[in-house]
């Protein structure tokens, strides 16, 4: 059975870091692309950054790309999301998904933010 866990959110100030993990169970993890996204109340969801283990590319939004940086190591099942300088604006509950990469791209998976049940990692950033 399919399962995600995300942890590592918490509460920084601006400017701070977080990485935020995404751990994987349940499936052959090598052969999905994985994807973090968000969503702040009273907001869209967005596709934050999506990574393809398989051609290695990845994808970024613009309101996140040089300060967010995705990685994952595919033998721990674990996907990364290292946050730097972060902004108000990042405050948000950050959720992790996957899709088989012979169904999608990394900006096509990003682009169209999947629901999710889960609880998520919250990440506040505020003085």
């Given amino acids: 059975q399919l399962r995600l866990v995300e942890s590592g959110g918490d509460l920084v100030q601006p400017g701070g870091s977080l990485r935020l993990s995404c751990a994987a169970s349940g499936f052959t993890f090598d052969y999905y692309i994985v994807g973090w996204f968000r969503q702040a109340p009273g907001q869209e969801r967005e596709g934050?950054?999506?990574?393809?283990?398989i051609n290695g590319s990845t994808y970024y939004a613009d309101s996140v790309k040089g300060r967010f940086t995705i990685s994952r190591d595919n033998a721990k099942h674990t996907v990364y999301l290292q946050m730097n300088n972060l902004k108000p604006e990042d405050t948000a509950v950050y959720y992790c998904a996957v899709q088989y990469f012979g169904l999608t791209s990394v900006q096509d998976m990003c682009l169209n933010p999947p629901l999710s049940r889960r609880q998520g990692t919250q990440v506040t950033v505020s003085q």
């Fill in 48 to 53: 934050i950054s999506c990574i393809n283990s």
